[in-house]
Structure formats: C-alpha cells, structure tokens
Nanobody
Framework: QVQLVESGGGLVQPGGSLTLSCAAS????????MGWYRQAPGKERELVAT???????KYADSVKGRFTISRDNVKNMVYLQMNSLKPEDTAAYYC????????????????WGQGTRVTVSS
C-alpha cells in the first residue's frame, strides 16, 4: 500500500509565501512523475505543476513565475514553493504520484493525497 500525505497549508496574506510538502511512503519501488493539483469550491480540479524524475517541470499559466515545484527522489517527497500568493490561489491542494509498487511487475498506479487547504486572504 502507498500513502501520500500533504502538509504546509494554512492562511496567508496576499503577496505572501507558503511551501507545501508531500511525503510518499509504503511499498514503493519507483516514483515516476509527481505533481500538484488544486480545487476551489465549485470549481473543477486543475493542474498546478508537474515534475518528472529527471526534474523536467511544467506549470499552469496562472502560477508560472510564482510557484516552483521540486522533488527529492531519496526521500520520496515533492514540494511546492508558492510566492506572491493571490486570493485566487485559495483552494485545496492535492499531491499526485505515479508509483511502481514493489512486486508489481512494473505496473504504474496513480496515488493521491487527502489534500491540504490554502487560504489567501487579508
């Protein structure tokens, strides 16, 4: 079994910064792509950023230049550094990982965390 747990969410003022962390644990052989998604009330879940094992990164246009995704392949963690936060960044943020489980014969499964809430308000 594989688990993803996000942390670091909270309340921050517009223009402020916040860093989210996601730790993957369990029967993990290898983690391929990882990413962050977010969902605001009444809105569809949207991609925020993704990162490959080789550290190739992609960002949503709405966060490009403000957010930075990174990962630690030894610790099985992914991070999202958020700067210059705006009220429209308010959402539940979810961590995603494409995992090859131990003993799975190379099959890849997507796992999701429970989410961490980010509120940007003055």
């Amino acid at each position: 079994q594989v688990q993803l747990v996000e942390s670091g969410g909270g309340l921050v003022q517009p223009g402020g910064s916040l860093t989210l962390s996601c730790a993957a644990s369990g029967s993990i052989f290898r983690i391929d792509a990882m990413g962050w998604y977010r969902q605001a009330p009444g809105k569809e879940r949207e991609l925020v950023a993704t990162i490959t094992r080789g550290a190739n990164k992609k960002y949503a246009d709405s966060v490009k230049g403000r957010f930075t995704i990174s990962r630690d392949n030894v610790k099985n963690m992914v991070y999202l550094q958020m700067n210059s936060l705006k009220p429209e960044d308010t959402a539940a943020y979810y961590c995603n990982a494409d995992v090859v489980a131990s003993g799975s014969s190379w099959s890849v499964s997507a796992y999701w965390g429970q989410g961490t809430r980010v509120t940007v308000s003055s």
